[in-house]
Nanobody, 115 residues
Framework: QVQLVESGGGLVQTGGSLRLSCATS????????MGWYRQAPGKQRELVAV???????NYVDSVKGRFGISRDNAKNTLNLQMNSLKPEDTAVYYC?????????WGRGTQVTVSS
């Protein structure tokens, strides 16, 4: 059974940085892609960043140049470096993986950016 566990969320001031990590366990050899979604209060969940199995990445326009997604294969973790944070980045951030074309989600970690 695949499990995804996020960590690294918290409260930060505008302009600050946070690094989210997603620890993966279970059978992850058939990863098609992994990424981060976020959901702010009253809004739909949106894709923030994704890394495909070939290493290509994609970001939502609002975070381009500020966020960076990376994967540490040795530690089986997916990371999201978030810089120059803005209040509109406040949301619950979810780790996501598509493995053998099945979708898996973490429980989420709260990121709050104060103005």
């Amino acid at each position: 059974q695949v499990q995804l566990v996020e960590s690294g969320g918290g409260l930060v001031q505008t302009g600050g940085s946070l690094r989210l990590s997603c620890a993966t366990s279970g059978s992850t050899s058939g990863i098609n892609g992994m990424g981060w979604y976020r959901q702010a209060p009253g809004k739909q969940r949106e894709l923030v960043a994704v890394m495909f199995s070939g290493g290509n990445t994609n970001y939502v326009d609002s975070v381009k140049g500020r966020f960076g997604i990376s994967r540490d294969n040795a530690k089986n973790t997916l990371n999201l470096q978030m810089n120059s944070l803005k209040p509109e980045d406040t949301a619950v951030y979810y780790c996501y993986a598509r493995i053998d074309f099945r979708d898996y989600w973490g429980r989420g970690t709260q990121v709050t950016v104060s103005s």
